[in-house]
Structure formats: structure tokens, C-alpha cells
T-cell receptor
Framework: NAGVTQTPKFQVLKTGQSMTLQCAQDMNHNSMYWYRQDPGMGLRLIYYSASEGTTDKGEVPNGYNVSRLNKREFSLRLESAAPSQTSVYFC????????????FGQGTRLTVV | GQQVMQIPQYQHVQEGEDFTTYCNSSTTLSNIQWYKQRPGGHPVFLIQLVKSGEVKKQKRLTFQFGEAKKNSSLHITATQTTDVGTYFCAGQSGNTPLVFGKGTRLSVIA
């Protein structure tokens, strides 16, 4: 049982490049989330999907887009990477937005130069 | 919007000392959760508290939810080196997603 799988684990981008972070969960969870973690800032919500077919902005959505491809997969896209997007990105899933624990992926360490 | 404040930001303790981290929300919460993140790792769910005044224990860890459901605490008795990491609280109000505090980084000196 893999839980939440994120790819890639590490990535270096040049300013202006684009990339997509992939996330898949095998727990049949309805809700999925993308967080970024910066030193001293905790975990900040970028976007979330309460259920298949819906997405909503979180605290820090600017510069990102998301796609809930199906119940299992939730991707995060950076269209034109900026150095301010250097961070560790975590995908998470839970049974629902109002209940239950969130299970996190291993994280993607992204550096934009 | 909802804010969750967590203190202290850092705590250094000698092995065997106790440790407490506190969490306060700007709004009444439907539940609060606690997570632990080891250095270089990802957050791992520890526990969820739902009821006003609830107290739960996991071995040396004691979790409390305030009567007003706006604050919570995590207390570790007799810390060990395996307790090292960052502890996050995360609160929910209704159907809103979890809002995380900034975490308390615990260092344990052997």
C-alpha cells in the first residue's frame, strides 16, 4: 500500500521554465491538497480538491494551476517558474475536507534558479 | 480568514525534560489535529481531537483540546532523542481545509 506518491522528489528549474508535479493516492480518498513548506512558514495551502471534479484556491495560489485528473491523481503546474517558488511541495489526501487525517507524500524539493 | 498560531517556534531540551507546544486559533474549531515531521521527512498524523475539553494520551504524549475549542496543547513527558522533529497543529472549521500552525521545532540534547 503506497499511500500518497509524489514525483519527482527533486527538481531544479530555470526561471521561466514550466513543470508539473504529479501526485497519486491509492486510499480512495475524496480530498487532495497541495502545500508548500518554507523555513519558518509552516505548511501553506496552495490549492485543494474537495472531491473529484472540483478544485479551489488555498492561501497561496498565485503562480500555480492544478488538475484533478481523476479520484486518484491531483497535479500541480508551475507555468513560469520564479525563484520565489523555490520550496518543498507536499501533496496530501484525506477522506474529506471536514474529516479525518491528512496523509502526506514524501515531498518534492524544487529549486528555481 | 482562519489563523492558527503556534508557540514556541523552537524548543531545546535536555533528554528527560518535558516539552509542551501550544496552539491557538482565531476561530472556533470543529476539530484539531497534530502532526510530527522528522528532519527531512514529511508530516505524519498523530491524533485528532474533536470534543470540547478532550484529553488524549499516546504513551508519553498528552494532547488537550480547550473548552472553547480554540486552543490545544501537546505535552511530551521525559523527552527522548526519538522525539526530535517539528510538531504541527492543524485546525478545521466546518468544511474548510486544514489550516496549519507554523510548527514547533524540538531539539533534544542527549
Amino acid at each position: 500500500n503506497a499511500g500518497v506518491t509524489q514525483t519527482p522528489k527533486f527538481q531544479v528549474l530555470k526561471t521561466g521554465q514550466s513543470m508539473t508535479l504529479q501526485c497519486a493516492q491509492d486510499m480512495n480518498h475524496n480530498s487532495m491538497y497541495w502545500y508548500r513548506q518554507d523555513p519558518g512558514m509552516g505548511l501553506r495551502l496552495i490549492y485543494y480538491s474537495a472531491s473529484e471534479g472540483t478544485t479551489d484556491k488555498g492561501e497561496v495560489p498565485n503562480g500555480y494551476n492544478v488538475s484533478r485528473l481523476n479520484k486518484r491523481e491531483f497535479s500541480l503546474r508551475l507555468e513560469s517558474a520564479a525563484p520565489s517558488q523555490t520550496s518543498v511541495y507536499f501533496c496530501a489526501s484525506s477522506g474529506g475536507t471536514a474529516s479525518g487525517a491528512a496523509f502526506f507524500g514524501q515531498g518534492t524539493r524544487l529549486t528555481v534558479v | 480568514g482562519q489563523q492558527v498560531m503556534q508557540i514556541p517556534q523552537y524548543q531545546h531540551v535536555q533528554e528527560g525534560e518535558d516539552f509542551t507546544t501550544y496552539c491557538n486559533s482565531s476561530t472556533t474549531l470543529s476539530n484539531i489535529q497534530w502532526y510530527k515531521q522528522r528532519p527531512g521527512g514529511h508530516p505524519v498524523f498523530l491524533i485528532q481531537l474533536v470534543k470540547s475539553g478532550e484529553v488524549k494520551k499516546q504513551k508519553r504524549l498528552t494532547f488537550q483540546f480547550g473548552e472553547a475549542k480554540k486552543n490545544s496543547s501537546l505535552h511530551i513527558t521525559a523527552t527522548q532523542t526519538t522525539d526530535v522533529g517539528t510538531y504541527f497543529c492543524a485546525g478545521q472549521s466546518g468544511n474548510t481545509p486544514l489550516v496549519f500552525g507554523k510548527g514547533t521545532r524540538l531539539s533534544v540534547i542527549a
